[in-house]
């Protein structure tokens, strides 16, 4: 009998994780990035490794806009799991309105302006993650914008 093991296959990484933000500045209207191609977006992006969701959103935002706010300024929503076919997409949907500064482009190959809408009057060129980020927040919103198959897993409200 051999005490020899077979090799374990090790499981290939096929997902992406990562955290949309919604920016809800004083009055109300939330941020958004115009990328290059004319559709807009929440600020966001992937989650590093050791980063929770709070700290990649804050990071993600002080990298792509320039404004500040700490990680405990920032709410998780849901998780959320995109339905598209291909690679599979693990989204945190987050908000704040403690973020401070004025945004700035500060990555101009990704984003060409940032500009504050009014809730009820967002474009409707966005970019699904999104779209599924702000239905998070407001489901109402639905009603309005685009269609962004995913499953939702709202947080617990305490």
Same mark, same amino acid.
């Given at each position: 009998?051999?005490?020899?093991?077979?090799?374990?296959?090790?499981?290939?990484?096929?997902?992406?994780?990562?955290? +949309? #933000?919604? !920016?809800?500045? $004083?009055?109300? *209207?939330? %941020?958004?990035? @115009?990328?290059?191609?004319?559709?807009?977006?929440?600020?966001?992006?992937?989650?590093?490794?050791?980063?929770?969701?709070?700290?990649?959103?804050?990071?993600?935002?002080?990298?792509?806009? +320039? #404004?500040? !706010?700490?990680? $405990?300024?920032? *709410?998780? %929503?849901?998780? @959320?799991?995109?339905?598209?076919?291909?690679?599979?997409?693990?989204?945190?949907?987050?908000?704040?309105?403690?973020?401070?500064?004025?945004?700035?482009?500060?990555?101009?190959?990704?984003?060409?302006?940032?500009?504050?809408?009014?809730?009820?009057?967002?474009?409707?060129?966005?970019?699904?993650?999104?779209?599924?980020?702000?239905?998070?927040?407001?489901?109402?919103?639905?009603?309005?914008?685009?269609?962004?198959?995913?499953?939702?897993?709202?947080?617990?409200?305490?």
């Amino acid at each position: 009998m051999s005490t020899e093991h077979p090799a374990r296959s090790v499981p290939q990484p096929n997902a992406v994780v990562g955290v +949309g #933000l919604i !920016v809800v500045g $004083w009055d109300g *209207r939330v %941020l958004l990035g @115009q990328a290059h191609d004319g559709h807009w977006e929440l600020p966001g992006g992937k989650v590093d490794p050791e980063e929770d969701f709070e700290r990649a959103a804050a990071r993600e935002l002080a990298e792509e806009t +320039g #404004l500040s !706010v700490a990680p $405990w300024g920032i *709410r998780i %929503l849901s998780v @959320q799991l995109s339905t598209r076919p291909g690679l599979t997409r693990l989204t945190a949907a987050a908000v704040t309105t403690a973020a401070e500064g004025t945004p700035t482009v500060t990555e101009p190959d990704k984003i060409a302006r940032w500009d504050w809408f009014d809730p009820t009057e967002l474009p409707t060129d966005l970019y699904a993650p999104s779209v599924a980020v702000l239905r998070a927040w407001r489901p109402e919103l639905a009603v309005t914008l685009p269609q962004a198959p995913t499953h939702d897993y709202p947080m617990e409200t305490r």
